[in-house]
């Protein structure tokens, strides 16, 4: 009986700790974490826009304000301000080649915010497309790009002679960047998201690139005001540190408490079992 009681309150203890350090975890996920793709928005089936922005004209230092418009609300419900440039690298003769392209000003810009814990903004311009998509956290206290997808014409004349399948060149990011607080807007004077193909596509060899977001400020899920909330800097958010090899580390240590007192036990249960036997002979 007092060995049940033991082992009783011992893997309450383990289950305990356990969720409490996962719970920790939880609760510092400004680290860039893997997401399982699930789907991609596609240029072939964005939904049509629930309403086209009239971008802002405001320009300072090359730096453009995107904004995306609610057309239930008229209210902002996305708001990027950038100076922009995407990179798209490829082999061509065996040589190494890159089609560059700053974001202009008077970029298309279309969207959807109907859905309160999912939205994207489309910016147009000729021969590029790219679509960044936000999601909330399951409990809502953060927001994230969830996905990127950069679609790029094979017409345009840096791609000349490069052989696909289809008729876009596509690349996407599809792991979570930038995990910010809902309410906040995002700042940043360099930000670098790599893009990369899918199989699926059978893109050509070599093709890679990147989204390069130069003083950025970035909010998604806008109700309140038409200007930016105030912002988390990513070098506030680099000074958090990764819970991954805290979890690890505590995960074992409880599997390994838990595999010693499992075998003091079953010591015990046949010492005490033996010495009862020899006590009867």
């Known amino acids: 009986m007092a060995m049940s009681r033991l082992m009783t309150v011992f893997c309450n203890l383990i289950i305990l700790t356990i969720l409490s350090l996962v719970t920790f975890a939880i609760h510092l996920p400004n680290q860039p974490t893997d997401r399982p793709h699930k789907f991609r928005i596609s240029s072939t089936t964005v939904a049509p826009a629930s309403g086209v922005s009239n971008q802002s004209s405001e320009s300072k230092d090359g730096v453009a304000t995107y904004r995306f418009i609610n057309s239930n609300t008229g209210t902002t419900c996305i708001l990027m301000r950038t100076d922009a440039v995407v990179e798209v690298k490829f082999r061509l003769h065996n040589l190494e080649e890159q089609a560059d392209s700053f974001i202009p000003e008077k970029a298309l810009v279309e969207g959807n915010c109907k859905n309160e814990d999912s939205s994207y903004i489309r910016l147009s311009w000729t021969g590029y497309s790219l679509i960044i998509s936000f999601a ?140 009862q036997y020899n006590t009867m002979e």
């Not at 990127?148 to 289809?166: A, C, F, N, W, Y």
């Not at 596509?170 to 899918?198: A, F, H, N, Q, W």
């Not at 805290?246 to 010492?271: H, N, Q, W």
């Open 136 to 275: 909330k956290s399951p409990g809502g206290e953060l927001w994230y790009i969830d996905k990127v997808e950069l679609t790029v014409s094979p017409d345009l004349p840096q791609l000349k002679g490069v052989k696909i399948h289809g008729n876009a060149i596509k690349l996407y990011r599809k792991t979570m960047v930038i995990p910010t607080p809902v309410g906040k807007s995002y700042s940043c004077e360099e930000l670098v998201i790599d893009l990369e193909t899918d199989k699926e596509d059978r893109p050509p060899p070599g093709l890679r690139g990147s989204l390069l977001l130069r003083a950025v400020q970035l909010q998604p899920f806008m109700y309140k005001s038409d200007k930016f909330e105030p912002s988390v800097e990513c070098k506030e958010m680099r000074t958090y540190r990764d819970e991954t090899a805290p979890l690890a580390v505590g995960t074992t240590l409880a599997i390994f408490v838990l595999m010693t007192i499992s075998g003091y036990a079953i010591f015990r249960y046949f010492k005490v079992k033996n010495v």
